[in-house]
């Protein structure tokens, strides 16, 4: 009985994110069979690393789920939504609080909570306020400058940093490696979620 009810509980949580993860990528535009496509290749190639480069024991790999997919997404959007100009600020925006809400640890750059829900909260007001003359392009440029900004401000401006932290072993650092829960792909999520509460719908 015990088994089932956690079973129970389980699925019960996993349709309540997918219903949150669709949502926000409906709200970037996408046709529902896309954001479903969406959801569930993050989902499934979240568990796929594919390294980067090797310095002094260190492995720096991507995750295809957590953090590839996100930024091909941030791209598209970028030029499909002929926001490049304000992704790019608002990147800049964000990759600075990203920055300075994470440290590097002996397993990589991490943020502790409430600190790295700043950067998805800073995404969203500066779209708002970008795109206070086309409020259709608000969650695209949120969801561009939450995934890109924290992709350079936590992963990139660390690098450095993490590279040359001393470590016995081979260890891996994969960026977006927790997949969906990491924070290269909850930044953009939380932010797009954030303009649809607060600025709405037309």
Do not use: Q
Not at 32 to 48: D, M, P, R, T, Y
């Amino acid at each position: 009985m015990f088994s089932l009810l956690t079973l129970l509980i389980f699925a019960l949580l996993f349709y309540l994110l997918y219903i949150i993860l669709l949502s926000a990528f409906e709200e970037v535009g996408f046709k529902k069979w896309e954001a479903s496509l969406i959801v569930f290749s993050c989902i499934i190639f979240g568990k796929i690393d594919l390294p980067l480069l090797e310095y002094n024991k260190w492995i720096i790999a991507i995750n295809v789920g957590g953090a590839l997919i996100p930024i091909i997404i941030s791209i598209y959007l970028i030029f499909s939504r002929k926001v490049a100009g304000r992704s790019i600020l608002g990147m800049i925006i964000v990759a600075y609080f990203a920055y300075n809400v994470t440290m590097v640890t002996g397993e990589g750059v991490v943020a502790i909570f409430p600190y790295w829900l700043i950067p998805p909260v800073v995404a969203s007001f500066y779209s708002i306020v970008a795109s206070i003359k086309s409020k259709k392009k608000a969650a695209s440029i949120a969801y561009a400058s939450g995934t890109m900004g924290v992709l350079i401000g936590a992963d990139l401006l660390h690098l450095k940093e993490l590279l040359h932290m001393g470590v016995r072993k081979i260890t891996v650092a994969s960026i977006g490696g927790a997949s969906i829960l990491d924070m290269v792909f909850l930044t953009g999520i939380i932010a797009v979620l954030m303009d649809a509460l607060l600025y709405g719908k037309d």
